[in-house]
C-alpha cells in the first residue's frame, strides 16, 4: 500500500504545476514562443489540419538544468548498466520469447486502459480492450500471444495523462525524470494515478512492486538496443528532440482520445 | 517512448504494398519506396564490396523524392532568412547528409527485414499533398508514417515525414531553436560537420 500512498502524494504535488487551459489561457497567445508563424519559410497547409496545431508550439520547461542533469544521468544509466545488461539478457533469452513476455506485460496494463477509457467516455473503446483482455488472457496463455488481433479486437490503449488532456488539463512543465524519462507535470500525476491500476503495486513486497517493473524495462531495452543510438547519432540535441517528440506525441494522444467513436 | 524510436529511422522498411485511393502523390512515393526495397534485396549488392555503391543508389533515389532544401529550410525556420545563401546552401548540403547517412544506416542494419508497408490514402490541398502509410514490422509492431509533398513540375516531392504523428521537420526546428537561442549559428554548423562522417572513397 506504501506506492499507493505515495501516488497520491505525487498527484497532489503534482497538481498546482498542472497548466489548466482555462478560457483566459486559450485567448491569450503564448509569451515564450518564437514567432516562428511569420518567419516560417514554408507553407504547411496540413499543419493547421488538428486542433493540437493552435496549441503552444513547444513545451514550457523552466527546470531545464535540471532536467539535462537526469538526462545525463539517464544516459549513463543506459549506457553503464542498462545496455551491458539487456544484451547478457538478450543472448540467453531468444527474442521470440521476449517479444511473447512484452505482450504479457502489455496485456496486464489491461485496468489502465479500461478505466481511463471508461472516464474518456469511450465504451466501444473499453468494451474492446475488455474483449482483448479475455480472449488474450485465456486463447493466448495469460497475454503471451496475440489472437485478439486477428480476430479484430484491435487495442485501444488510453492512460490517465490521456484522460486528464481530454478534460481540458495542459501538459504544464515539461520533466526529464531519473529512470522513468520524459514526462510533463500532467504525464507525472497520470503515471502516479495509472500506478494505482498496477497490479503489481497489490502484491506485498517492495521486491515485486519494484522488481516486475524493472524487468518489464530490461525486456523493452533488449528489444531496443540501437535505437537511442541512432537517435543521439541522429540529433543535434537530443535532450531538445526527446522533449519536442515527448511533447508532440502526447499532443496527438490526446487529441486522438477527444475524436468521437 | 515507440515515437523517439521510429522518429528519425522508420522512413522506408521492406514490404508488399496495398493501395487505397492512390493518386499521383502516393503512386510516386511508392514508386520510390520500391525502387529501395528492390536495391536492398539485391543479393549482388549485398556483397561488402558493393555496399558502398547500394548505398549510392539509395541516395539518389532519396534525393529524387526528397526536397532536401524545403526540409532545411523549414527545420532551420525563424533563422533561415538571416543566412546568407552560401550558407544556406552549405547548410541544405550538411543536413541533407546527415539525414540520408541516418537513413542509409538503418536501412543497412535491418533493411530487408520482412515487413508490410499499407498505403492508407492521400489528401491533396493545392499544390501540397499529404500521402498516409502504415509499417508494420516483423514483430507486428504497427507505425504510421505520413509524408507531405510539394509538387514541383510533374513530380511531387518530400518536404516533411510524420513518425507516428510527429514531425520530422517540427523536431528538428525545436532542436536549432534550442541550440541557436544559446550559441551561434556557426558552432552549430561545425557541430553538424562533426556529426557527418567522412565521404567514403
Redesign the interface.
Given at each position: 500500500m506504501k506506492s499507493i500512498s505515495l501516488a497520491a502524494c505525487l498527484v497532489l504535488f503534482l497538481w498546482p504545476a498542472l497548466g489548466a487551459e482555462s478560457p483566459a489561457a486559450k485567448a491569450s497567445p503564448p509569451t515564450s514562443l518564437p514567432a516562428d508563424e511569420e518567419d516560417q519559410p514554408l507553407r504547411d497547409p496540413f499543419a493547421s489540419d488538428s486542433n493540437h496545431a493552435k496549441a503552444p508550439s513547444r513545451i514550457k520547461d523552466p527546470l531545464q538544468p535540471m532536467n539535462r542533469a537526469f538526462f545525463q544521468f539517464n544516459d549513463r544509466l543506459y549506457f553503464w548498466v542498462l545496455k551491458p545488461t539487456a544484451k547478457g539478457y538478450g543472448k540467453l533469452v531468444p527474442r521470440q520469447a521476449r517479444t511473447c513476455i512484452g505482450r504479457l506485460f502489455g496485456n496486464v496494463g489491461y485496468p489502465v486502459h479500461f478505466v481511463n477509457n471508461l472516464l474518456q467516455g469511450k465504451l466501444k473503446a473499453a468494451g474492446l480492450e475488455t474483449g482483448r483482455f479475455v480472449v488474450n488472457s485465456t486463447v493466448g496463455v495469460g497475454g503471451l500471444f496475440d489472437p485478439a488481433k486477428r480476430w479484430k479486437l484491435e487495442a485501444h490503449p488510453a492512460d490517465f495523462d490521456q484522460t486528464l488532456g481530454f478534460f481540458g488539463v495542459g501538459p504544464g512543465i515539461y520533466f526529464d525524470w531519473p529512470v522513468f524519462g520524459p514526462s510533463s507535470a500532467r504525464g507525472t500525476a497520470g503515471l502516479a494515478a495509472d500506478s494505482l491500476l498496477s497490479p503489481w503495486n497489490y502484491i506485498d513486497g517492495l521486491g515485486v512492486s519494484l522488481g516486475v517493473p524493472a524487468y518489464n524495462g530490461l525486456n523493452t531495452a533488449s528489444l531496443k538496443l540501437g535505437e537511442y543510438e541512432t537517435l543521439k547519432k541522429a540529433t543535434m540535441d537530443p535532450y531538445a528532440a526527446m522533449r519536442s517528440a515527448y511533447y508532440e506525441s502526447r499532443a496527438l494522444a490526446v487529441e486522438k482520445c477527444k475524436a468521437k467513436e | 517512448?515507440k515515437?523517439?524510436?521510429w522518429?528519425?529511422?522508420a522512413q522506408l522498411a521492406a514490404g508488399s504494398s496495398l493501395c487505397a485511393r492512390a493518386g499521383e502523390p502516393t503512386a510516386q512515393i511508392r514508386a520510390t519506396t520500391d525502387k529501395i526495397l528492390v536495391l536492398l534485396s539485391d543479393p549482388a549488392l549485398k556483397t561488402d564490396a558493393r555496399k558502398s555503391e547500394r548505398r549510392q543508389l539509395i541516395r539518389s533515389e532519396l534525393d529524387r523524392r526528397v526536397d532536401w532544401a524545403?526540409v532545411a529550410?523549414?527545420s532551420l525556420?525563424?533563422y533561415?532568412?538571416k543566412r546568407t545563401r552560401a550558407e544556406q546552401d552549405e547548410f541544405i548540403g550538411l543536413f541533407s547528409r546527415?539525414?540520408a547517412e541516418?537513413c542509409l544506416?538503418?536501412l543497412d542494419?535491418n533493411g530487408a527485414d520482412p515487413a508490410k508497408i499499407d498505403y492508407l490514402g492521400e489528401?491533396i490541398?493545392?499544390d501540397?499533398a499529404?500521402v498516409k502509410t502504415q509499417i508494420t514490422t516483423k514483430?507486428?509492431t504497427v507505425h504510421p508514417v505520413e509524408y507531405?509533398l510539394q509538387k514541383a513540375g510533374k513530380d511531387w516531392r518530400i518536404?516533411?515525414v510524420l513518425i507516428?504523428?510527429?514531425?520530422l521537420v517540427?523536431?528538428?526546428?525545436?532542436?536549432?531553436?534550442?541550440?541557436l537561442g544559446k550559441t551561434s549559428y556557426e558552432k552549430?554548423v561545425a557541430?553538424?560537420r562533426a556529426?557527418i562522417p567522412r565521404e567514403t572513397p
Open positions: - | 517512448m515515437t523517439l524510436r522518429l528519425l529511422v524545403a529550410r523549414s525556420g525563424r533561415w532568412p546527415l539525414l541516418t544506416d538503418k542494419s489528401k490541398i493545392d501540397y499529404s514483430d507486428q507531405r518536404y516533411d507516428e504523428g510527429v514531425s517540427k523536431n528538428y526546428r525545436d532542436q536549432f531553436d534550442e541550440i552549430l557541430d553538424l556529426k
